[in-house]
């Protein structure tokens, strides 16, 4: 039996999308490996076993509950074995995630001599998105006269509109123009013709914080994070940022509001309030 070939027909006829096939996978190919048995002579307690193993090895909550739909799609709507029936999923703590100030923002993006690396991270933290959709992007989801654009099948794989700031137009149109990028390119080019990666991302991000000496975790997320802070802190109600953001549920944005002191203004993207020197 192949699993990963089963998993990905499946995942395919019910519409999965393709990283989370990719993650179901990895998750099965894990868990087959620590047994070494045949998939259907695997037992409940085999699996209750591996998910118990998984948070002695430090595991999040979040790890292991992707985990059990891992298994849970596999054994039930694969192999059609009811394997995983009451087995409860692990309860997420709610924790307050980190975000920088407006201070330690500023210091950050000042701390990126190469210009298009401190464009890409500027335009990460003045819309909020997700470094999967930062890179995702193309000049045609761009409205420069009306000052927004659109993310393109982002998570759930929903199109959502973003703010563009003022203040990174023109940065943003030099670097079309340089460039010489078409509608159908990406915005910020890799190797070839494949756009930049996620890890990359990430490098820029690492070495940034520690020239700012930022004492802080910080990763592409936190920008969003930061991004939804400062906009609550900027005086923005929790239903103006829940779109920008890609909410579905309000309940999911109201966790800024526990991060934030509002102070009234009129809405902008958080970008608009740096003196941040372009490169």
């Known amino acids: ?12 006829r019910r519409g999965l999308r393709p990283e989370t096939i990719k993650t179901y996978i990895t998750c099965i190919n894990k868990f087959l490996k620590i047994y070494h048995l045949d998939p259907r002579a695997i037992n409940k307690n085999d699996v209750q ?32 074995k009811k ?44 819309t909020g998105m997700r470094v999967s959709e930062l890179i995702n992007l193309k000049i045609k989801d761009f409205e420069f006269n009306d000052n927004y654009g659109w993310v393109r099948d982002g998570k759930g794989g929903k199109d959502r509109l973003f703010i563009l700031a003022l203040k990174l137009k023109e940065e943003l149109l030099d670097h079309l123009r340089i460039n010489h990028l078409n509608d159908s390119d990406w915005l910020f ?27 802080k975790n910080v990763h592409p997320h936190t920008l969003r994070h930061s991004f939804a802070t400062h906009l609550i802190e900027n005086g923005y109600a929790v239903t103006e940022v829940q779109p920008l953001l890609g909410h579905d549920s309000l309940e999911t944005t109201m966790i800024y509001l526990h991060m934030a002191s509002p102070d009234l203004m009129k809405v902008k993207s958080p970008y608009d309030q740096l003196e941040v020197k372009s490169k």
């Open 83 to 126: 394997l995983t029936i009451n087995i409860a999923q692990a309860r997420i703590r709610k924790r307050l995630p980190t975000f920088l100030t407006q201070d330690e923002t500023k210091r950050l993006l000042d701390s990126i001599k190469n210009p298009k690396h401190q464009l890409m991270i500027k335009l990460l933290y003045a």
């Open 189 to 215: 080019c890799g190797n070839g013709n494949s756009h930049y990666t996620a890890s990359s991302i990430r490098l820029i991000i690492k070495k940034a914080t520690k020239i700012a000496s930022i004492n």
């Open 1 to 12: 039996m192949y699993a990963p070939e089963l998993i990905r027909k499946e995942g395919l």
């Open 49 to 80: 076993n591996y998910l118990d193993q998984l948070r002695t090895w430090g595991k999040s909550d979040s790890t292991i509950n992707v985990n059990l739909n891992a298994i849970k799609f596999f054994y039930e709507k694969v192999l059609g």
